[in-house]
Structures are given as structure tokens and as C-alpha cells.
């Protein structure tokens, strides 16, 4: 059943919403404006009931999956449960209802409660100062390059390229790009790491930072990270985490410890806040105290016991958000950290990487397991086996959803051929992993025996499979 | 309260499936010097119940909008949010799902972004719209850099009436790319046009301009566009408050090239400055310079029609260092929230919120106008906001209206302007008694 659009229940004059009478004299909207700037013809938005709107909607979310709907494996996305309770935090009124212009002294609890959460990200991430004001990860990774752009601009030094590994996140390169950087891929040894080698053979007197995850997109820790920081910062460069994996190593190792000088927080990965199909989010950035005059205005801090927005910043690389970032997701991460508390995240990491590893143990015989490198919160397989029998990942892929379970990540890292990159988190437990494997294994014998069947998924969602270039081709972009 | 469900005994299990026997040698590649040899300094796990009274406690020491009487505006807008948009928004299919990489279960974001982008472009008279960026700011700041990109020229001209945030967010993004900012100066509260038409010229890439501008007043579109037009390369970046726009003439019809802006207005909670979202709406010719993610329209194997995202090829998963925006995250709910907003709305509801908060407004304005010694700064056409000027320091008539309970707007003196005052937003929310109560207040100061 093909959904209809929202404006299509519509019918002249019907309308979802009222509004008390105008209270005042009003004259005509001519009294008070000029005729050429009133709109001629209205606006063509839907004339629909409200129980029109509130069915269309229920209709179109029951098209949909999430976290509370099972599994969602997607790698790199951290996709663990989100408490209920920060939501009913989140929507305290004396919380949410705010004007970011309201004086310091309406906010008091708001501030010390974001104040707080700045803190708690420092110390999880060995870091001296955070900023909460950039809004996305890849916002929070142009910010923490922009803070390196200008520390060295400060320094007088010409330092116009950034390393990236090429197993990194699209954004990487996309936001050095943004910040102005010229951007150095080099490529990760057999080990699926950092290549020492082709490291130092890249770093000169022109490159500003190597931007790394760690552990990495296929899940492994680079072990020699000391030395990757020396061979970096001995030419002067500054080390760039990106904070998409922190899942893995909370209490166990902190960006700072491993002589990192600028990272993002994703707090809608590690932190637990959802991701609302595709947002909000928000990364804040965590920098060592050197960096510190670099971050965006206003930086909150504190006098005594009075918490302000200091604008008096000479050094700041300006403003990246026309407030202080996406304060309704701090609300719910700093809800979250202060539930499980020290020993809460750590054993949330513990449980990631259990997690991950079992569903590993019971797959790689199934799947190509292209490193054998311990991995920590995620792994990466290969569909090469499957794929020779002409049936690819994104056959597979489209085959778990009519088992009603998200697929992984595909086709990334671009390392790995015909990737499936899986990342359980540690709200899942045993049986829903075992599941999913069960439903892995069950589609490698389908492959077998009767390969169409995967070729052709999904078959049980509500479409079948999209013509994603037919959508390129001739874009259909509005109604 | 951890929200991890494996149990001891089921963690045994999983270790010997693994083939280990602790939990901490699944972390030996990371190397001892590094490894924390202590628990974080965070403060012990809370129940629920400890949590709530935690965060009520904080909350407490919050004055909120709905404790007072707020005519705070400047960009963020206190519209009443009908109850449907919080209660089908917290349906978890919607909030708790990733973007939509999986398009055949993500249908109903996706849908709900098509339809979205559509009513985007029914406000501002555009031909496309992406699927949102991050908030008004860096709208403006993206918009710049498109701006940039398509004309491959580096010159912004950037009028003072668009919001002081949005510039400073727009400098910081295009600085980096080399973009030279020239700010123009306001007359009163209408961007200097003359000043504007002396600095068009061969190098500049765009025009921005603010619609209804950050002081409420709307610029004088038909001159401006004039102006623009007359040297044709230059591309006209129109930052409009899309609830305004069920009122005003859209900016497609002003040749507008890039309309962007804050969504806030749209049924967003005011939530201290965010998360809000920002929208995008261009020609169809600029499609392939756009940032962010757009939504399609396709069919199915059996030839049904259903959603994708589309154009991708633009995006940074595929282009990396060559994509036209480092955008990932955007804000999808937010997004949601404006199309189940307007979707109530309609046709006659935007009119009518827009109308009444002009028409509140207006009489607000026209009563302090006549109060000895108060004035009204902006000449001609205003949208719900205006610039007050009092005979006393802005400061002592703030203080003395929260006295009462009221907030009385925001005081621009911090802001990078020669002209000192209040600005001071009206909505439909605001009453009659309320507006009295504003003039009784003022009327004692006098």
C-alpha cells in the first residue's frame, strides 16, 4: 500500500488547529504592510484534521525502525537504548522552557547542570576544556580543526595539511576540507592500523594534525599510539581524535592519556541520546589547556559560585552555532552519565566489547573476517565468500530487514571489500545477539540454496527495494 | 541504572564462547602506559527516582518562560506548539531510529522529509530544499559558502540587519575558505541601501539579507532585488523566518537564489538555543552545490513509489574532501516536528499565527509610541519585533519590568550596533492583559 502524502487527505477549508480570538482592535493586514509584500496566494501547505495529521504521521512511523524496535547494528553509529527517563528530563519545563537570551541569573541550574557535564566529558576523555556548543560530530570536527587552524595562525606558522588515515569516517576529510586544509590520506598497513612507515614519511612542516579514531572504523585499537603521537608531534603537528568509537574505551583509556590534543564527543553515540532519523545530535569538543583560547565563544565558566557566558574571548576562532549547541541533547547525556556513574560507563564498555566479540566468535566462520587483530566495540566481516556466489552485501543487507532486524553499515570502511560492519552496543543482550547471528548464518545458507530469494530482498518491508538511480536521475525532490 | 541486560551467568557464557576467561583481556591490545589506572572521577550511578530529583533540583533554580512574561524574540520565538507535534514526535519508530541508510524500513523519515523539503518550498517560493542543517547560524554560514562555490567569487556582502549570531557563524565558516566579509550598516533598522549598491561589484559572490531582518523590519525587497539583478552574477542569500512566510511574499518571488534560516519558529521548543533546526531552499540549477542530504522520490521493484536519499554523490561519505559540505548529522526530529507543525497549521492556521502576532505587535508598538519620551525605531514595514528607545537606561526599564514578571526584550547594546534600545517580540501567546500590563509597567517609568 503506497502511503499518501500528507496534503493529499486534504480538503478546502478543513483545518487541525485553533487559536483564541484576536483579543485586540486589528485592522486589516494592508494597514500594516505594504500590498507588494503580502502574499498573494497562500502558502500551499496541507488543510488537514488533526486526527488527519496524528493518523499520517502514526502511519508513516509504523514505517519505520528503531533502537525500541530491535536490533541496529550499524556500526560507528553506537546505537544503544535510550532511557526513557532523559526524555521526561528533557522535557522538564523549568529545564526546556528557555530563552537563550534570558539573563545568566534565570539559568542558574541550567548552567551548573551544563557546567557539570563539561566536566564529566573532560575527565571520561583526559581532557583540560570541552566546549558543548558544536551540534553534530562532523560540526564538532570542524570546530576542533579550526581551533588547530588557529593556534598555529597564532604561532605564525604555515601548517596547511591534515593526515587522514583511509580507513577514516567521510568526515574527516570533509570537514579538513571546510576548515581549509589540505587533506593527506595514507593508507592503513595489513594489520588494518596506522602504518608507521607511511606516517612518518608524511609528516613535514606542513602538516597541521593526523586525524585518527581510535580504536579504529574496523573496531582495533592502534597499539602504537604513543609513538604515532611522538612521530606527529615531534614535527610539530597536533593529534585529532574523533570521538565516534569512545563507546569502547570508557575507563579504560582516556584520548588525553594517549596524548591526544583536540577530540569530539558524538553524544548521541556514546552518550545515549537518539538520533532522531538523522538528528539532533551533538559533538562537543574537548581540547588540552594549551587550546583552550581557541574555543568558540561564549565559553561558560565560572566565578565563585555564579556561572556566566564568557564572550571576552580575544583568541576565540569565533562562533559555530548562533548559541551554545544542542542544549535539549546535553540535558539527556548528562541524565545518562549521572545514571550509571563511573562504574556504570565503564561496565557499559565492557559489555559493548563483550558483546561485539561474542557475535564475532559465532560469525567469522560464516563470513570472511578480513583482520584477525583483537577488536574492541565493533568488527568488521567481508561478503567476499557470499559475494563469489553473486550475491553482495547489500543483497544481504536488504535480506536481514525482512527478518525485521537492522542491517550494519555497508561498504565501509572503504578498506574492507563488500564490509559489513557490526556494532552491537551493550544494551543487547545474548539472545537478541544470538538472534541475529542465527538470522546471519540463515541467510549464508539462502545464499546456498536459493540465492534469488537474497537477491531480491527485501520482500516483507513495506517497499520493496528502491530504484536508487532512477531517484538520481530524474530527482523527484517535492511534491 | 546501567540498562545493560546480559547476566552474570550469561556473561560467563559469552567469555568461554570468545575463549577467555575475564572480560579485561578483551582490552590487552591496549598498551599498559596508557591504560587508567583508576576509576573516573564521576559521581556514583543514580536510581531513576535519585536522578530526577537531581536534575528537579537544578531545574528549580531556573526562572522559566512560563513563570513569566516573556517579549524575548531576536531569531527564537515563544509560538504555542499544539499538543499532537511532542506526542507524535515521541513515537520511537521516529526518534529512536538512525538516518535513514536503510531506505526500505526507514519510509516513514523518509516520507516525512519529502514532505518536509515540499512545504519548505511552498513557504519560500523556492524550487528544492535539503533535508535540514544544523540551525539558523550555520545555515547562513553553509549558504555562504555555496554562494562562494557556485560563483567561485569571494566577496560577501552581508547586510547588519541579518541576526549578529548568523554573521558571526557565517564569518567563521568562510573564513576558512578565503570568503572577505563586508558588513553593511543599518539606517534606523533597514539595511543602507546606498551603502549596499557602492560595494556591488565584479568580485562579489552574494548579497545577504535578512527577511523580516533581525530587528523586524522588513527590507525593501523590490529595490533590493533591483539592485541584485542589475549586476546578474551576484546571487541573492535570503535568510527568512519561515512562520513569517505564511504571511509575506515569499523570497522566490524577489529572485531570491538561497533562502535559509531558523526553523525554531515552526513548533520547536525554545530549549535554551536548541536543538532547532536550519533549512535550505534553492534553484534547481544549484542543486548539485547544495550541502547536506535531500530526499527523493522513486519506485520499487513492483514499480511502487517509495523514498531514498538521494544526489549523494554531493555528500561527504562518498565525495570526502570533496563534498560540498562536511554535514552527517543533521536534524531530522527537528524537521519532523516543523512538517507535523505545519501540517496542523495549514493553509489558514500560518496565516493566522503570523497574523496575530503582527497584528499584537503592531498595537503593542503604536501604544508605546504614544508614551512621552518612548520610541519606536523601525520606519515602514515591521513583521511581530521592533526596536524600542526609552528615557531611561535600557538596563533600569529591564530591571524594573522583571520586577513585575516580565521580561521586556532583549537589550542590543551587546550586539556591534551604533543604535542602543530594547528589541522586543510580540506573539500570539502574548494577551491583551499582558500587553496592558507591558504599557502599564512602562508608563511608571516614564
Not at chain 1, 522552557?97 to 542558574?108: A, I, K, M, S
Not at chain 2, 520610541?375 to 538596563?395: D, R, S
Request: negative net charge; charged residues 25%.
Amino acid at each position: 500500500m503506497v502511503k499518501p502524502l500528507i496534503r493529499d487527505y486534504g480538503s478546502p477549508g478543513r483545518k487541525g488547529y485553533s487559536l483564541p480570538e484576536l483579543d485586540i482592535p486589528a485592522g486589516e493586514l494592508s494597514d500594516y504592510l505594504d500590498q507588494s509584500l503580502i502574499r498573494e496566494k497562500p502558502a500551499g501547505l496541507p488543510e488537514v484534521s488533526e486526527v488527519d495529521v496524528v493518523r499520517h504521521f502514526t502511519g508513516l512511523s509504523q514505517m519505520n525502525y528503531g533502537v525500541d524496535s530491535g536490533i541496529y547494528p550499524l556500526g560507528s553509529c553506537t546505537m544503544k537504548y535510550n532511557p526513557k527517563i532523559n526524555e521526561d528530563i528533557a522535557r522538564l519545563e523549568k529545564l526546556s522552557q528557555l530563552h537563550p537570551y534570558q539573563e545568566e541569573e534565570q539559568v542558574q541550574g541550567s548552567l551548573e547542570l551544563l557546567y557539570e557535564l563539561k566536566e564529566y566529558l573532560a575527565e571520561i576523555s583526559g581532557m583540560d576544556q570541552v566546549s558543548l556548543q558544536p551540534a553534530s560530530g562532523s560540526h564538532g570536527e570542524l570546530t576542533g580543526l579550526m581551533i588547530i587552524k588557529k593556534y598555529f595562525a597564532e604561532r605564525g606558522e604555515q601548517r596547511t595539511k591534515v593526515i587522514v588515515p583511509d580507513s577514516a569516517h567521510g568526515t574527516n576529510p570533509a570537514s579538513a576540507a571546510m576548515a581549509g586544509f589540505q587533506v593527506v590520506e595514507i593508507e592503513s598497513n595489513q594489520k588494518g592500523m596506522i602504518d608507521l612507515a607511511a606516517l612518518r614519511a608524511a609528516v613535514d612542516q606542513e602538516v597541521a594534525a593526523l586525524m585518527l579514531t581510535n580504536p579504529n572504523t574496523l573496531g582495533i585499537f592502534e597499539k602504537d599510539i604513543l609513538e604515532i603521537a611522538e612521530i606527529v608531534h615531534q614535527a610539530g603537528g597536533l593529534l585529532y581524535y574523533d570521538g565516534a568509537n569512545m563507546n569502547a574505551i570508557m575507563g579504560y583509556v582516556r584520548p588525553g592519556d594517549m596524548n591526544f590534543d583536540v577530540l569530539h564527543f558524538n553524544l548521541h553515540k556514546t552518550f545515549s541520546t537518539p538520533h532522531g532519523g538523522g538528528g539532533p545530535g551533538a559533538g562537543p569538543v574537548g581540547v588540552k589547556e594549551f587550546l583552550s583560547p581557541y574555543l568558540p565563544v561564549p565559553v561558560l565558566s565560572k566565578d565563585q559560585a555564579r556561572y556566566y557566558w564568557d564572550y571576552n574571548r580575544p583568541l576565540s576562532l569565533g562562533k559555530v552555532h548562533a548559541f551554545y549547541g544542542n542544549y535539549g541533547v546535553m540535558l539527556k547525556a548528562y541524565a545518562y552519565i549521572r545514571a550509571l556513574g563511573a562504574s556504570g560507563l565503564k561496565e557499559a564498555t565492557e559489555h559493548a566489547v563483550l558483546n561485539a566479540n561474542y557475535m564475532k566468535a559465532r560469525l567469522k566462520d560464516q563470513f570472511e573476517l578480513p583482520y584477525q587483530e583483537n577488536s574492541l566495540h565493533e568488527f568488521v566481516l567481508s561478503g567476499i565468500r557470499q559475494k563469489e556466489k553473486g550475491v553482495s552485501t547489500l543483497n544481504i543487507a536488504k535480506r536481514l530487514l525482512d527478518y525485521q532486524q537492522y542491517a550494519p553499515t555497508i561498504y565501509f570502511p572503504l578498506v574492507v571489500k563488500e564490509a559489513l560492519m557490526i556494532e552491537p552496543t551493550e544494551t543487547e543482550n545474548i539472545k537478541t545477539l544470538d538472534k541475529f547471528v542465527e538470522t546471519m548464518k540463515n541467510i549464508s545458507r539462502e545464499i546456498e540454496e536459493k540465492p534469488q530469494l537474497v537477491k531480491n530482498a527485501p520482500h516483507h518491508t513495506p517497499v520493496r527495494k528502491l530504484d536508487d538511480v532512477a531517484a538520481a536521475r530524474n530527482p523527484d525532490l517535492r511534491w | 541504572m546501567d540498562y545493560i541486560s546480559n547476566t552474570e551467568r550469561e556473561k560467563e557464557v559469552m567469555l568461554k564462547t570468545i575463549g577467555i576467561e575475564q572480560i579485561e583481556e578483551l582490552f590487552s591490545a591496549i598498551p599498559e602506559r596508557v591504560v587508567l589506572d583508576r576509576p573516573l572521577n564521576i559521581p556514583t550511578g543514580l536510581s531513576e527516582l535519585e536522578l530526577l530529583r537531581v536534575t528537579k533540583e537544578k531545574a528549580n533554580r531556573n526562572k522559566s518562560l512560563e513563570e513569566l512574561v516573556s517579549f524575548l524574540g531576536a531569531g527564537v520565538y515563544d509560538h504555542y506548539i499544539p499538543s499532537i507535534v511532542d506526542h507524535l514526535i515521541s513515537r520511537a519508530e521516529f526518534y529512536t531510529a538512525y538516518t535513514p541508510y536503510q531506505a526500505e524500513l526507514s519510509q516513514g523519515t523518509l516520507q516525512a522529509i519529502y514532505e518536509y523539503q515540499s512545504m519548505i518550498c511552498e513557504l519560500t517560493g523556492m524550487e528544492l530544499a535539503n533535508a535540514s542543517l544544523l540551525d539558523g547560524g550555520s545555515a547562513t554560514g553553509e549558504a555562504v559558502l555555496m554562494a562562494g562555490r557556485i560563483s567561485r567569487k569571494k566577496k560577501i556582502i552581508l547586510s547588519k540587519g541579518v541576526h549578529p549570531a548568523y554573521r558571526a557563524v557565517a564569518r567563521t565558516y568562510g573564513s576558512h575558505q578565503g570568503l572577505e566579509f563586508k558588513e553593511i550598516e543599518l539606517v534606523d533598522t533597514l539595511t543602507d541601501l546606498a551603502a549596499l549598491k557602492n560595494e556591488l561589484d565584479e568580485q562579489t559572490a552574494a548579497v545577504v539579507l535578512q527577511y523580516p531582518n533581525f530587528f523586524g523590519s522588513i527590507e525593501l525587497m523590490d529595490e533590493i532585488k533591483g539592485l541584485v539583478s542589475a549586476g546578474s552574477e551576484i546571487l541573492l542569500v535570503v535568510v527568512a523566518n519561515p512562520l513569517a512566510l505564511g504571511l509575506l511574499t515569499p523570497p522566490g518571488d524577489f529572485a531570491a537564489d538561497i533562502v535559509v534560516g531558523e526553523g525554531q519558529s515552526l513548533g520547536n521548543t525554545i530549549s535554551y538555543g536548541g536543538p532547532y533546526l536550519g533549512y535550505m531552499a534553492t534553484r534547481k540549477k544549484y542543486v548539485r552545490h547544495l550541502p547536506g542530504r535531500i530526499v527523493g522520490a522513486t519506485s520499487d521493484l513492483e514499480g511502487k513509489r517509495g523514498y531514498v536519499m538521494t544526489l549523494q554523490t554531493r555528500e561527504q561519505h562518498i565525495r570526502r574532501e570533496k563534498a560540498t559540505s562536511n554535514i552527517c548529522t543533521n536534524q531530522a526530529l527537528n524537521a519532523l516536528i516543523a512538517t507535523i507543525y505545519l501540517s496542523t497549521l495549514g493553509k489558514e492556521g500560518i496565516r493566522e499565527v503570523a497574523g496575530q502576532s503582527l497584528a499584537k505587535a503592531h498595537y503593542l508598538a503604536e501604544r508605546i509610541k504614544q508614551l512621552p519620551g518612548f520610541k519606536i525605531i523601525n520606519p515602514g514595514n515591521y513583521f511581530h519585533e521592533f526596536l524600542l528607545t526609552a528615557p531611561c537606561p535600557v538596563l533600569d526599564l529591564k530591571k524594573e519590568l522583571y520586577r513585575k514578571g516580565i521580561i521586556a526584550g532583549l537589550d542590543i547594546s551587546r550586539f556591534d550596533y551604533r543604535q542602543e534600545g530594547l528589541l522586543v517580540c510580540v506573539t500570539e501567546k502574548r494577551t491583551k492583559k499582558e500587553l496592558e500590563m507591558y504599557l502599564s509597567a512602562l508608563e511608571v517609568i516614564n
